[in-house]
């Protein structure tokens, strides 16, 4: 076990939010608060929004990322998700080892066996970790699959450290970031400043605005990569929609063009995920998977969905391009149907 093991992890996760709901409940039944302290003791402060519904860790230092989003009523961190690491065990992978049969029995010392062909291909490091509202720049026509391979980035601005601000507005609790940064484009290097919003609505809803201003002529696309925690891609469990198109299960690789809202039913926690986009953006989903070692072989382990939502960014000097997105969870039983 480990926190490879995705239902290890998240029963942690889960037990943690319910105590501090328990404890915080004599604060009231509405309130919020929002400061900034170095959470995890790395010498850089990290911005921490909580209320009564919604918590969200947002690191400024490290491009302006959101690690940790917690939907406190369902005891539910939506961002429990793990990147890939460097093993041990790794080493001599290739699609020649040999493939465990179920009624084999074997010792865990007696070489390399995989439960599946081609995880040599899940093999790999993820140099950052796997958060979220991580900024991307590319270039017009970028396939999903360079982006799934990590290639093709055109900016500097993901993992730069970002000016903030604590902020409040009408209810709602924030942090604004911003920098300015530099995406290579055909003509050359355009200096881009990107302004981030980061705000946890009074309905609980977490809202992300973007805001570029290129100083210089910018065409590229821009993109916000999001990974997201489920327990099983299987549809019969987890399914992802967007308007008008069948259920399809967190496995399956989607790309849609003008999305407005995507909805993520998840059965195993009676929980729905909407995620809206203003205007209508582009969307890659695929499944975040890792090769983990257990008694029975080498297997593929589920981690959770990568989402990246991306749109068109052409604008001349001084022109500004505006995008939002917004996350919001409710139960499967409500008002909408389930």
Request: glycine share 12%; aromatic share 8%; proline share 4%.
């Amino acid at each position: 076990g480990g926190l490879y093991l995705p239902h290890l992890r998240t029963a942690i996760y889960d037990s943690l939010i319910r105590a501090e709901r328990l404890l915080e409940c004599g604060q009231g039944v509405a309130w919020d608060r929002v400061e900034a302290l170095d959470h995890d003791l790395d010498g850089r402060d990290e911005v921490l929004l909580e209320s009564h519904r919604t918590n969200v860790y947002v690191a400024p230092a490290r491009g302006g990322t959101i690690f940790e989003l917690d939907a406190r009523q369902a005891d539910w961190n939506v961002l429990a998700t793990m990147a890939r690491h460097d093993e041990a065990y790794h080493d001599g992978l290739t699609p020649d080892c040999d493939t465990a049969c179920e009624d084999e029995v074997r010792n865990i010392h007696d070489g390399l066996i995989v439960k599946e062909k081609g995880l040599e291909r899940l093999v790999g490091v993820d140099a950052p970790p796997a958060v979220s509202a991580i900024d991307h720049f590319y270039a017009p026509g970028v396939k999903a699959k360079d982006v799934e391979a990590g290639s093709g980035e055109l900016g500097d601005l993901a993992w730069s450290e970002y000016e903030y601000e604590l902020s409040r507005r009408e209810g709602a609790i924030g942090v604004w970031m911003g920098r300015t940064g530099v995406v290579s484009t055909g003509g050359g290097e355009c200096p881009v400043t990107l302004e981030k919003r980061v705000w946890v609505e009074p309905s609980g809803a977490v809202s992300v605005e973007f805001d570029l201003i290129p100083d210089g002529e910018l065409d590229a696309v821009f993109a916000s990569e999001w990974n997201l925690s489920f327990l099983t891609p299987d549809k019969e469990w987890v399914s992802l929609s967007a308007e008008g198109s069948e259920p399809t299960g967190l496995r399956r690789r989607r790309s849609l063009e003008g999305a407005e809202t995507l909805t993520i039913e998840d059965r195993l926690r009676g929980q729905r995920l909407e995620v809206g986009f203003a205007p209508g953006a582009g969307v890659w989903t695929w499944p975040l998977d890792t090769a983990s070692h257990s008694e029975g072989g080498l297997e593929r382990v589920f981690q959770g969905l990568t989402l990246v939502a991306h749109w068109p960014a052409k604008a001349s000097r001084g022109e500004r391009l505006s995008f939002r997105m917004e996350l919001g969870s409710s139960p499967l039983d409500d008002r909408h149907g389930g």
